[in-house]
């Protein structure tokens, strides 16, 4: 069974860096695309990154590109999402998610990042 397990999140000023990590076991993800999304109350779920993980390219939402880097580590089966220039708006739950095909499958229970101004 496939589990995905975000960790990482927490409280930091307006400017600063944070690191998530997700954790993805119970299958080999070859062929997988590994994504991060985040959601605020009230809104609907937004995409903020994805990374194949055999070839490891990468794609990121307009609202994060330059500041965020999505990154694997196949011997460690993790997935890191690292945040910089932190704004207010970046507020929110972020879930790590993989997909095999068009659709995200899996889904992580969600980690809470909260940028103070």
């Known amino acids: 069974q496939v589990q995905l397990v975000e960790s990482g999140g927490g409280l930091v000023q307006a400017g600063g860096s944070l690191r998530l990590s997700c954790a993805a076991s119970?299958?080999?993800?070859?062929?997988?695309?590994m994504g991060w999304f985040r959601q605020t109350p009230g809104k609907e779920r937004e995409f903020v990154a994805r990374i194949t993980w055999t070839g490891g390219s990468t794609y990121y939402g307009d609202s994060v590109k330059g500041r965020f880097t999505i990154s694997r580590d196949k011997a460690k089966s993790t997935v890191s999402l690292q945040m910089s220039s932190l704004k207010s708006e970046d507020t929110a739950v972020y879930y790590c998610?993989?997909?095999?095909?068009?659709?995200?499958?899996?889904w992580g229970q969600g980690t809470q990042v909260t940028v103070s101004s």
């Open positions: 998610a993989a997909a095999l095909g068009p659709r995200y499958n899996y």
């Open positions: 119970g299958r080999t993800f070859s062929g997988y695309t």
